[in-house]
């Protein structure tokens, strides 16, 4: 199959050979006819399948063949992302794809000047990228009206709704014009994504490339069991020795993101650090640098991080796993990308075994454990597996009390008798442990 034969016009399909595309990947061999003909979509979408080209070129096609061209503050096309990174990509990619198409395309978020948006709107554009919160205000002060609106993407919905945008999505829901066509990409389909979906959403076309909820099989992935306090110095020991040369690394807080940053940097080791604290254009500085290869670990929270893609990828490391379940299959899909293979590793204190049973349940898989010599945990990493069952370390038989006082003395006595020893199965499943994502969170 070829991008021809899905029907994508010319300056199209000059665009790809341009950027290296060969063949449609499954996501776009789905989507691409689907959204050509019109259909809403709701596409289950890992990180890394082409998911943007699968909605981007079919939309760029449709606006270029058919509709009145756009009017002043208007956007024909509105493509929601969770975060500003992901905004700038995706924004990125559709103005590689629309290179020779007579289509204006244009990304707004938060974090930076209104004014320059507001301006830019003025004429009006084709394709517009944008955070919940910026196009909200930006409807709020007639810088953008949506009555034109033809098309809505809804990319990376699960990210949106986890960062807490559900209200938003609601108020952006009004202000969307009846007819209209809507396609929802999400790498995870929860309760709440289908609830959303079915009111967004008109019959549509359901597409799943890859099994529900399961990790990317490009990668490879482990867990080294480690005390908390010993997570620093077993990053730095597995760095050198693994010689890591680029590496994304997820820390839990903002706090965390700094605190290892700060320990690397001490080291001499060319370390960055993104988070919602630092202002939009340091942390795309670091990203770029980091891409470029100039920056060589790029610590990151998971907001920050969000739909990052970066070319060959080779590493992600856990430093600490996601609160979130869901996260842990889009951190490690930002490596092992469009074909390739990565590696994603995962540091884990004793605190964390009920996250660790909670991916393990998603990804439907129990992750190999390595142990790191010298890194042993003090405090052991309850035994886990895929059931979501963490699994406590067997117990001892209690030695039976004995009226003569019991101790040594008696133990062979109860020992040797073969039949009365306490029963007591070896492993024993004391809870269940629950997928975290249990609704809207605070954003980041
Ligand atoms: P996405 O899942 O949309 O973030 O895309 C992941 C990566 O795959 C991006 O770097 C794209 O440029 C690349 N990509 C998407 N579609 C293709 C294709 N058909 N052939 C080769 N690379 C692709």
Known sequence: MTFATLGLIEPLLRALETLGYQTPTPVQAQAIPAVLAGRDLMAAAQTGTGKTAGFALPLLQLLTMEGPKVAANS??????????????????SVAEYAQHLPLT????????????????????VDILVATPGRLIDL????????????????????RMLDLGFSEELANIYRML?????TLLFSATFSDDIRLLAGQMLNDPLSIEVSPRNVAANTVKQWVV?????????LFVHLMRKGRWKQVLVFAKTRNGVDALVDKLQGLGINADGIHGDKPQATRQRALDRFKASEV??????????????????????????PIVAEDYIHRIGRTGRAGNTGEAISLVCADEVNMLSAIEMLTRQTLTRKMEADFEPEHRVPDTDASGQVVKKPKKPKKPKTSGGGGKRNLGKWVDSGDAAPVEPSIKPVRKVPVF????????
Do not use: W
């Not at 956007?75 to 990125?92: G, K």
């Not at 409807?139 to 699960?158: C, G, I, P, S, Y």
């Not at 069991?225 to 620093?232: E, F």
């Open 105 to 124: 395309t244009y990304a707004v978020y938060g974090g930076v000047s209104i004014n320059p948006q507001m301006m830019k709107l003025r004429k009006g």
């Open 225 to 233: 069991p480690v005390d908390k306090k010993r997570k620093p110095e």
């Open 177 to 181: 014009p009846k007819k209209r066509q």
């Open 75 to 92: 956007a024909r096309a509105l493509i929601l992302c969770p975060t500003r990174e992901l905004a700038e990509q995706v924004h990125a």
């Open 437 to 444: 994502n249990t609704g809207p969170r605070k954003k980041k």
């Open 296 to 321: 060589q670990i790029l610590v990151a929270t998971d907001v920050a991080a969000r739909g990052l893609d970066i070319e060959d990828l080779p590493l992600v490391v856990n430093f600490d796993l």
């Open 139 to 158: 409807f709020r002060q007639n810088a953008l009206k949506l009555n034109q609106l033809q098309t809505l993407v809804l990319d990376e919905a699960d």
